[in-house]
Every structure is written in structure tokens, then in C-alpha cells.
């Protein structure tokens, strides 16, 4: 297994890590026995980055729970990656937010329960919270970090001057932001403030919460209690947009003896040494696939026939106007 240095503070990961989050929430139904299974054989095959969160799993614990029950056995071996930032009384669950002091130091205490664990090694601020002035939140991880109970700070789904007056209190390790072939938001603006600072990059969602793995339906096909059901990439124009991308990438993608999902994973290893993707799967057969895609080697031809594909990404939003209210881009 490939292993990279996020950031400059000295976390170092798989490659690949895997997202959690399927396993619970988002994408319908799961079967724990399996879900386990799959984390068990993410390690078998060398992957030691694995990533969870305290809304995961409809604020019961669940999906912390989950993994480290899957990991017990080897929890030394890995780095286990949580958030925290929601208001886990608001409905609908992900409506609100608290990145209080008092909050932040009760959700890392459930997180170390919850995963079996007397460090949390990257603990994230999930999202943004307006009434509470970033500088407070960098300082209490910073405290957690003293103490032992933490290890790296890092930040999600915020923008290059919240990610500096974060920085300039306790340093930030990571940013995870949503980045693949269909979302390339983080390049402009962000990227380039991470590396300047010295920080790694975890993209989430990198195969387009399964559009780029050939998981091709229309948001009608999907039950409602799977977001693809409402995604806008999953309808109308935008959906013959996408789909059209996903078979020129699938012509090229077999071209190489690769799946589409492969090529997507290799184009993201290829764009910096500082950026670690976490796609998640509860499948062994999906995962064994993704892991696949750290023998890829793209050559210049072929990264310039994906930007010719998909110049600038997917048709539709990501989220639902409202929803991105939330995220702080400045």
C-alpha cells in the first residue's frame, strides 16, 4: 500500500483511506455484518485511514460504534478519523450546529467511547458554525490535542480565511472538502492556500456519491432515504449531461483495462502527493475495486482527455441551495 504525508505536522496515511459514513446513513438500507467485514478487509489490503463522524448513524453513535467494533483488533495499527460540529437535537438532523467549547470536549468524549479508544487521531470541525468564532473552536481542540486526547486538528467544508484564522491558533493538519472528476470547487481558491500553509487534502464523495463507480440510475430510481434521490446531478438535463461524461470516461477507462471508477480514484491520486481520497463503500467486491486504482498510472494524454471530458465537472449542484448556505467558502 502507498502511504502520503498530509500536511506538514506529520500524519501519515494509506493512499486510499475508506469513508464510513454509507455504512449508516444516506444510501438506504445496510447490513452491519458486511459493513464490518469490508472495514476488516480495507486493513487486510493496507488501507489504515478510515473516517467517521458523530452525525453518522442519525446521532446515535452508531457509525463511530461500528468502527471500532471492526477495528479492535488492530486500532493501534490505523488512524480513525471523527467530526463534530452539529446540533445533534436539531431537526432535521444536520439543521443545526454547535461548535461550542463545552460540546466540542462532550462529542470528542463520546467519539473516544464510542471507538474503543483513548485518542482520537484527526478530529474534524464537520461544518462551520456561525455563532461561534473559529478562534474559539481551533482553541479547545488545541487543549484536547495538550492533553492526549487528540492527536491532529482539521477542518471541513470551509473556505481559504477560515482555514488561516484556524491555522494561526492551533495548526490545522487536514481539510476534507468534497473533490473528484464532477467537483472541483477546492482548486481554485483553496488548494492553493492548503499548500501554502502546509496542509493535506481529503476528498470526500470522490466518485460522485457513485456516479463515477457506473452507479447510473435517475434520482427516481433511488428510495427516499438515499440522497441520490434528490441530487440534482441525478436529474433531468443535468443527468444526460453526466451520463454522457461517464461514457466517454468509461471509453477511455477501458482503453486501459480499468473500471470508471478506477480511472476516477487515479485522477485524484495524480493531482499531488498531499491529497489522500476516502470513498467509501459497504461492499468487499466495491472496495477490492477502488483499491485497484493505486496500480493505475495515467500518462499527460490521458489527464488531458479527462479535462477535455469534464472541464470544469458535473452538471448540477452538489447540495440543494439552502443546504449550501452552510458551508463557509470565504
Not at 481554485?188 to 500553509?197: A, C, D, F, N, Y
Request: some cysteine.
Amino acid at each position: 500500500m502507498q502511504h502520503r504525508n498530509l500536511g506538514s505536522q506529520g500524519l501519515r496515511v494509506s493512499a486510499l483511506g475508506l469513508g464510513i459514513m454509507g455504512m449508516s446513513m444516506a444510501y438506504g438500507t445496510s447490513n452491519k455484518d458486511e459493513s464490518i467485514a469490508t472495514i476488516r478487509r480495507a486493513r487486510e489490503l493496507g488501507i489504515d485511514f478510515f473516517d467517521t463522524a458523530e452525525l453518522y448513524g442519525s446521532g446515535t453513535g452508531s457509525n463511530e460504534i461500528l468502527l471500532g467494533k471492526a477495528v479492535e483488533d488492530f486500532r493501534d495499527e490505523v488512524v480513525l478519523a471523527t467530526k463534530f460540529g452539529f446540533d445533534m437535537t436539531a431537526q432535521p438532523l444536520g439543521s443545526g450546529f454547535d461548535s461550542r467549547p463545552e460540546n466540542i470536549r462532550k462529542v470528542a468524549e463520546n467519539s473516544l467511547r464510542h471507538l474503543q479508544s483513548d485518542h482520537i487521531d484527526l478530529f474534524y470541525q464537520h461544518i462551520s458554525d456561525p455563532s461561534v468564532p473559529v478562534e474559539d473552536v481551533a482553541g479547545v481542540v488545541g487543549e484536547l490535542i495538550a492533553e492526549g486526547k487528540v492527536k491532529y486538528f482539521g477542518l471541513s467544508n470551509v473556505g481559504p480565511q477560515y482555514i488561516r484564522r484556524a491555522h494561526a491558533v492551533t495548526p490545522v493538519c487536514v481539510l476534507q472538502y468534497e473533490y473528484s472528476l464532477f467537483e472541483r470547487e477546492v482548486e481554485e481558491k483553496i488548494l492553493p492556500v492548503l499548500r501554502e500553509l502546509g496542509i493535506g487534502l481529503v476528498p470526500y464523495s470522490p466518485l460522485g456519491r457513485g456516479f463515477l463507480a457506473g452507479q447510473i440510475r435517475p434520482a427516481s430510481a433511488y428510495a427516499a432515504d438515499d440522497m441520490r434521490s434528490w441530487d440534482e446531478r441525478w436529474q433531468g438535463e443535468n443527468y444526460t449531461y453526466n451520463v454522457r461524461a461517464i461514457e466517454q470516461l468509461k471509453s477511455l477507462a477501458d482503453t486501459k483495462g480499468i473500471t470508471t471508477a478506477q480511472l476516477a480514484l487515479a485522477w485524484l491520486l495524480a493531482q499531488g502527493e498531499d491529497v489522500a481520497p476516502i470513498p467509501g463503500t459497504r461492499s468487499v467486491k466495491r472496495l477490492e475495486e477502488n483499491a485497484g486504482a493505486l496500480d493505475v498510472q495515467l500518462s499527460a494524454a490521458d489527464l488531458a482527455r479527462v479535462t477535455e471530458i469534464l472541464p470544469h465537472g458535473s452538471a448540477g449542484s452538489r447540495y440543494p441551495a439552502a443546504a449550501l448556505h452552510s458551508f463557509t467558502t470565504d
